[in-house]
Antibody, heavy 113, light 113 residues
Framework: EVQLVESGGGLVQPGGSLRLSCVAS????????MYWVRHAPAKGLEWVSS????????YYADSVKGRFTLSRDNSKNTLYLQMKGLRAEDTAVYYC??????WGQGTLVTVSS | DVVMTQSPLSLPVTLGQPASISCRSS???????????LSWFQQRPGQSPRRLIY???TRDSGVPDRFSGSGSGTDFTLNISRVEAEDVGFYYC??????????FGQGTKVEIK
């Protein structure tokens, strides 16, 4: 069974940092591009970042460019989203997804003082 | 960036009756490979998003056949032939042709009258 499990969310002050992880199982992780999508309160879905299967290319939404870094460790079947300079508007549930067809349960990030 | 515009944003429906959601893109979603990368997602309250339809009209595994997608170019539609109580939630279209970014519509809230 294909499964994605996110972790690392929590409460952080504005300007702070968090690292989200997504552990994948049930498929050949290294052969798939992976994505992060977030859902802010009372807002719609927003694509955040993507990375190629090999990890040699990453893409970012303008809203997070320069603050977020996406990486992966294919030996551990794990995706990492390093978030720095967090703002109140980054408050959301963050989901990792395999090709938008399989989604994790999400991890909540709250940015507040 | 491609802008995705959904209508209506709120859709009260009667159980057993049909429902239809429209999604328009700011430019054609026909890819250079001949495919049209338009997907539909359902997000029930408190749950992760779930893809229902990809490439305009292909249903994901396990999706009831009362859900169908149609359209071409810039105009797309998600139809529910007979709404059931479990269909309550938000529905989003998303384009994956002109990336980055991958862009979602604003979401349509489906509720029972």
């Amino acid at each position: 069974e294909v499964q994605l499990v996110e972790s690392g969310g929590g409460l952080v002050q504005p300007g702070g940092s968090l690292r989200l992880s997504c552990v994948a199982s049930g498929f050949t992780f290294r052969t798939y591009a992976m994505y992060w999508v977030r859902h802010a309160p009372a807002k719609g879905l927003e694509w955040v970042s993507s990375i190629t299967g090999s990890g040699d290319g990453a893409y970012y939404a303008d809203s997070v460019k320069g603050r977020f870094t996406l990486s992966r460790d294919n030996s551990k079947n794990t995706l990492y989203l390093q978030m720095k300079g967090l703002r109140a508007e980054d408050t959301a549930v963050y989901y990792c997804t395999k090709s938008f067809g399989v989604w994790g349960q999400g991890t909540l990030v709250t940015v507040s003082s | 960036d491609v802008v995705m515009t959904q209508s209506p944003l709120s859709l009260p429906v009667t159980l057993g009756q049909p429902a239809s959601i429209s999604c328009r893109s700011s430019q054609s979603l026909v890819s250079s490979d001949g495919n049209t990368y338009l997907s539909w997602f359902q997000q029930r309250p408190g749950q992760s998003p779930r893809r229902l339809i990809y490439k305009v009209s292909t249903r994901d595994s396990g999706v009831p056949d009362r859900f169908s997608g149609s359209g071409s170019g810039t105009d797309f539609t998600l139809n529910i032939s007979r709404v059931e109580a479990e269909d309550v939630g938000f529905y989003y279209c998303m384009q994956g042709t002109h990336w980055p970014p991958w862009t979602f519509g604003q979401g349509t809230k489906v509720e029972i009258k």
